[in-house]
């Protein structure tokens, strides 16, 4: 091979020391490009297999069945068919029973201010403490503890105790079932069911101030007068079983089981719909479509940034090839030669990037975990396919830029190559070059107009250059600002919550709703109350369908919210019709006017309830007696039956009916998934508001919170003060701040921010690099135009000022190029990327300045080295240089 | 050192370092040029000539020794006085013409001239873009390459670039033209035609030309000649051949 010959080894050699820099800069940009990629995707893609580690190692449940709520099985007698059942079918390995009830927890938190004290809701588990770890489903990772145990020992699930710092031996204030406890915490631990705490598929966001404990199952059917009865199974099936035979082993358990204990048991949630896990394979979904893209953008804007700089370096060398082929190398000797010297650089590029990708990984990965809030159990599996993509690429994108140019120049005759110019400019005068027409001649901007319009493959390469580090530095820059400006909006402009009242289930205006307003109306720093329903919902249009929250406000003008309407025909009916959130609208492509499908829970218990309140007030033949008698049926009716009365979040299957109902505004707030109505609209569908018309005229509009506005929302203390008042009320599940849930939106939001951060940090270095590279070319190709100029007695600085400001205009068109991509690509992520979530495209003023003087910034910096090297240059050898 | 000396050079070394090797370029060299001279400066290959010239055009600075222009010491000048002094006293030609590729040839020409501005016959300058675009057009006139004026370097042959090299470097007005082998890279035709244009432009304008060349042949045409050999330096005068057409090398 012609590589091995001496004469071509060392002018490999030989170049690549004269171009130090220059060989530098492309054997970074090959290493960052494909390590970026490497990294970003396989730190990534181990989050999957770091989830399946944990899931293993904790022996997560195939699938779970639940008494139905509020009622209970006696744990002996299902065993006994349990045992009998698994014998007759040997797949069906192992069955847990625990006990699951409502908590609460006041736990306090040191603020700026104080200490404050939250009441805070939650769930408690039984679990059987004898059973061996072999025998235990859901098991624990122990982040803390576990330390000795007690009657009083409980441990506490990590999220929550992250919130309120809360340790192996402290105590923890709980409620369960209205009887106070003060538990010792012996241990701080994840649990596969709670990977991201989510109390149910009702829940719109996951909190980390949902605590759960744990404690042993004899404990806990203690404190709920509950002994030796359970509500929830946990079932582990033979990994050996295809999904189709788990699936036909369950639903013939679920059948026999039926059977058996009389229909006590809700349908099976198998182990994708298990809700945290749901979700989290539903976030990791989303963030792949950015965690893939981005990475993959990099490694882009790296080949493009390799491509222009090798393939330039290479037809600078035009002449020693035109050399090389009239001593008689033949063209494949030089090509030969231009190959495998692009092919060193690229292999040894892409297998360093790998390497280092690689290690990377599992930092980024780590990285992920931690700001996911996972346990930190990584395991790294190294991925073929990405290394294998890696690899072809960086490898093939270099040695594309060597041979190309190295092709094309073969192609000249040796008396061509050895002609002088790079690019041989043409005669004829663009028209552009019209528009600017030199009409006088001055140094300081003919040089520079002549040179951007005649050497144009310089200015495109400069333009193209800056322009694919400017997309990427605005997308990164873009979803930073969009999501600042969503959030903050959200917050100030839009919502006026400041505090959420949250009740058990419903509550009717004139079952205890309007008193519970009046009260709280009346205190202190309360400005305004506004009673809300949110009930889930399916809208569809279009054969598109999305899972949804209704908010129901009492009016069409709510105190504490306002529209941010894309239209001026938007508005909220008073009794019809729907308010579409921008992100809703827009990934179902509906806008105001349009009619769609929604689905609204059906309430089975509550329209026989409603029936029999009826017969009521006919039985005391009606008037006033009949209506008081009717209305103290109902308030008994609901406290005993609170969670069938409403849609219960604890259960797991709400049945939908559909209607059509027409779109008549969209606003443009950061929520994917939330939809907006009044109360009036929904009584109607649900048939509730037959009885405020009716001569009964009893007002039952539901409600299942109440947000306030508060006077002062900064003052905590008066914040505190509000919460303790309305604590003392009835049916309160919980009391929440705006503040608080702006947090917890920020911690759903932070794998996506951690990922947004870590490509803003690459972005802006491969940015640094492939500019660097290219205004760096751009001197070395003129070294010899330079050498003359300079030699002619043009000083440091006039130079300088040529070379800046011809530097300077590319940048400048590149930037401007650059900018449209960029907002396109970040509006298009930002508007896929999210299901809870949506951010209409925004750029700060300050990204703006920061885009503009720091990529001006960079190309300037980027000077510096060919600076020195042009003021050092020995005039007399350049200015013969044939090279140049 | 004569009224008329332009340049004087005074136990002139040059050594190079490569690495731990030493070259000596040029060794106690002494001469001086009398104004308005024809200057061939003869020699075999690597023994210095191009060296001298750098020298003479503070392109680059001796190891020893001085060297006066006009009278002015410019050995220990700044990098900023270097290029000021080859602003206003060097005309330079290159051996491959090393015209900016993307300028027209007026605008190559035109490039020199903003540099210095245009000194009228009363010794006002001036910088406006007008006159210098017509002293610019004059100048291609006088090299017999008005009709090509709107043409880029690459439209045009070696033997045109150079005459447009030598517009430019004349257009200044400077006391000195240095040209460094200015045939080296043209046909033997085309070589004696640039070689009687700079005999005529030194004719008629009386400025020093100093031709480096390592064609013996060529030393014919000068009034003064240097000829640096292996051994050392030997200057003579003499009338020059003015028959270039029948000059033979
Ligand atoms: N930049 C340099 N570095 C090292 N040696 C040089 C350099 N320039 C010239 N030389 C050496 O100095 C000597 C004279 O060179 P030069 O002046 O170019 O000769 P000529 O022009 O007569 O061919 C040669 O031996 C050459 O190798
Ligand atoms: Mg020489």
């Known amino acids: ?884 | 050192m004569s009224a008329l000396t332009l340049i004087n050079l005074e136990n002139v070394s040059k050594d190079y370092t490569m690495g731990e090797v030493e070259v000596n370029a040029l060794s106690d060299l002494s001469l001086e040029i009398e104004k308005g001279k024809f200057v061939v400066l003869i020699g075999p290959s690597g023994t210095g000539k191009s060296t001298l010239l750098n020298l003479i055009s503070a392109i680059d600075t001796p190891s020893n020794g001085r060297i006066l222009i006009e009278g002015v010491d410019i050995t220990f000048l700044t990098r900023k006085q270097r290029a000021q002094f080859r602003r206003h006293k060097i005309g330079f030609i290159f051996q491959f013409f090393n015209l900016i590729p993307t300028l027209t040839a007026v605008e190559n020409v035109e490039f020199g001239l903003a540099l210095v501005g245009v000194t009228d016959s009363s010794g006002n300058i001036s910088y406006s873009t007008k006159d210098i675009h017509s002293t610019a057009m004059d100048w291609l006139d006088k090299v017999g390459l008005a009709h090509r004026a709107r043409h880029f370097p690459s439209q045009m042959s070696g033997g045109e670039q150079q005459r447009v090299a030598i517009a430019r470097a004349l257009a200044k007005n400077p006391p000195i033209i240095i040209a460094d082998e200015p045939t080296g890279n043209l046909d033997f035709r085309t070589g004696i035609k640039i070689l009687k244009l700079m005999k005529e432009l030194n004719k008629e304008t009386q400025k020093t030309f100093v031709i480096a060349t390592h064609n013996s042949q060529l030393a014919k045409i000068a009034d003064f000649v240097i000829s640096l050999q292996m051994g050392g330096v030997e200057t003579y005068e003499q009338i020059p051949h003015d028959d270039l057409d029948n000059l033979i090398w």
């Open chain 1, 1 to 884: 091979m012609n590589f091995l010959n001496r004469y071509w080894r060392r002018k490999m050699i030989g170049d690549i020391k004269h171009q130090k820099l220059l060989f530098f800069s492309i054997f970074f940009l090959c290493i960052f490009g494909v390590g970026s990629y490497v990294t970003l995707t396989m730190g990534y893609t181990n989050l999957y297999v770091s989830l399946d580690k944990i899931y293993e190692k904790t022996n997560f449940a195939d699938v779970e069945i639940n008494s139905h709520s509020d009622s209970w099985f006696n744990i002996s007698k299902v065993d006994l068919f349990t045992k009998n059942y698994s014998l007759n079918n040997p797949g069906f390995n192992l069955v847990n029973y625990r006990l699951l009830t409502k908590s609460g927890y006041n736990s306090s938190m040191v603020t700026q201010e104080n200490i404050r004290y939250q009441l805070t809701e939650g769930r408690a588990v039984g679990i059987n403490w004898s059973l061996s770890s072999n025998e235990r489903i859901n098991d624990f990772i122990f982040e803390e503890g576990p330390s000795q145990f007690d009657n009083n020992s409980i441990y506490l699930e990590a999220h929550y105790a992250h919130s309120y710092d809360l340790h192996v031996n402290d105590s923890i204030q709980t409620r369960i079932l209205g009887q106070k406890f003060n538990f010792t915490i012996r241990g701080i631990v994840y649990n596969p069911e709670s990977l991201l705490v989510i109390p149910s598929r009702h829940d719109f966001l996951p909190t980390n101030r949902f605590g759960i404990i744990y404690l042993p199952l004899k404990s806990l059917q203690q404190y709920t007068n509950l002994t030796g009865f359970a509500n929830n199974l946990i079932i582990e099936i033979s990994p050996h079983l295809s999904d189709m035979e788990k699936e036909s082993l369950i639903s013939e358990f679920y059948t026999q089981l039926n059977a058996y204990t009389n229909n006590s048991f809700a349908p099976p949630t198998f182990q994708q719909y298990q809700v945290s896990n749901w979700a989290i394979n539903m976030d990791l979904e989303e963030i792949q479509k950015i965690a893939i893209v981005l990475p993959i953008l990099i490694l882009g804007v790296a080949s493009i940034a390799i491509f222009i700089t090798l393939n330039r370096q290479v037809q600078s060398q035009r002449r020693i090839i035109g050399i090389a082929s009239s001593l008689g190398y033949s063209p494949l000797d030089i090509l030969v030669h231009y190959a495998s010297f692009a092919l060193i650089l690229g292999l040894v590029g892409s297998i360093v990037g790998i390497v280092l990708g690689a290690i990377l990984s599992g930092g980024i990965t780590w990285i992920y975990a931690y700001f996911m809030n996972f346990p930190t159990i990584i395991s790294i599996e190294v991925q073929f396919g990405v290394i294998f993509n890696g690899f072809v690429i960086g490898t093939l994108i270099t040695f594309l830029s060597g041979v190309i140019p190295a092709i094309r120049a073969n192609r000249l005759t040796p008396r061509e190559a050895l002609q002088g110019n790079i690019v041989i400019i043409k005669g004829k005068h663009s028209l552009f070059e019209k528009i600017f027409r030199i009409k006088s001649f001055r140094i300081r901007s003919t040089v520079p107009i002549r040179n951007f319009f005649r050497q144009k493959s310089r200015t495109i390469a400069t333009v193209i250059a800056i322009s694919a580090s400017v997309m990427i530095l605005v997308v990164s820059g873009a979803f930073n600002d969009s999501i600042n400006h969503g959030i903050s909006q959200q917050f100030t402009e839009t919502s006026q919550y400041h505090i959420s009242v949250n009740y058990e289930g419903f509550k009717f205006a004139d079952l205890g709703l309007k008193d519970d307003i009046n009260f709280i109306s009346q205190l202190p720093g309360v400005v305004s109350v506004d009673p809300v329903l949110e009930m889930p919902s399916v809208i569809n249009f279009n054969g598109k369908q999305r899972e949804v929250l209704i908010r129901a406000w009492n009016s069409s003008n709510p105190s504490t919210h306002t529209f941010q309407w894309t239209s001026d025909t938007d508005q909220l009916l008073s009794k019809d019709g729907l308010v579409l959130t921008t992100g809703l609208a827009r990934t179902l492509g509906v806008s105001t006017g349009a009619v769609i499908s929604y689905g609204y829970p059906r309430i089975p218990y509550l329209t026989s309830a409603l029936r029999a309140a009826e017969a009521i007030y006919n039985l005391w033949g009606g008037g006033e007696r009949g209506r008081n008698k009717t209305i103290e049926y109902l308030n008994e009716l609901i406290t005993q039956n609170q969670d069938t009365l409403s849609f219960s979040r604890e259960r797991e299957e709400i049945v939908y009916r559909n209607k059509s109902i027409t779109i008549t505004g969209v606003t443009e707030e950061i929520w994917g998934s939330i939809v907006y109505a009044t109360i009036p609209t929904l009584t109607k569908v649900l048939h509730i508001d037959d009885f405020k018309d009716s001569n009964i005229s009893i007002d039952l509009s539901p409600c299942s919170k109440l947000i306030l506005r508060i006077a002062e929302p900064n003052n905590l203390t008066l914040l505190e003060e509000i919460k303790s008042e309305i604590s003392s009320m009835n049916e309160i599940r919980s009391i929440t701040f705006g503040y608080d849930f702006q947090t917890s939106i920020n911690i759903t939001l932070t794998a996506f921010n951690v990922i947004v951060v870590i490509f803003i940090l690459f972005a802006c270095l491969l940015a640094g690099a492939s500019i660097f590279t290219t205004i760096h070319i751009n001197f070395q190709e003129r070294s010899r135009e330079s050498a003359t100029m300079i030699t002619l007695g043009l000083s440091d600085s006039e130079f300088l000022f040529i070379i800046s400001i011809e530097n300077f205009f590319q940048t400048l068109i590149g930037i401007i190029i650059g900018i449209l991509p960029g907002l396109w690509l970040a509006d298009w992520i930002l508007s896929n990327a999210l299901r809870l979530f949506y951010f209409s495209i925004k750029v700060s003023l300050q990204t703006w300045i920061i885009l503009w003087g720091g990529v001006l910034l960079i190309v300037l910096i980027s000077q510096i080295p060919a600076i020195i090297q042009g003021v050092k240059m020995d005039l007399a050898e350049v200015t013969k240089d044939i090279s140049n």
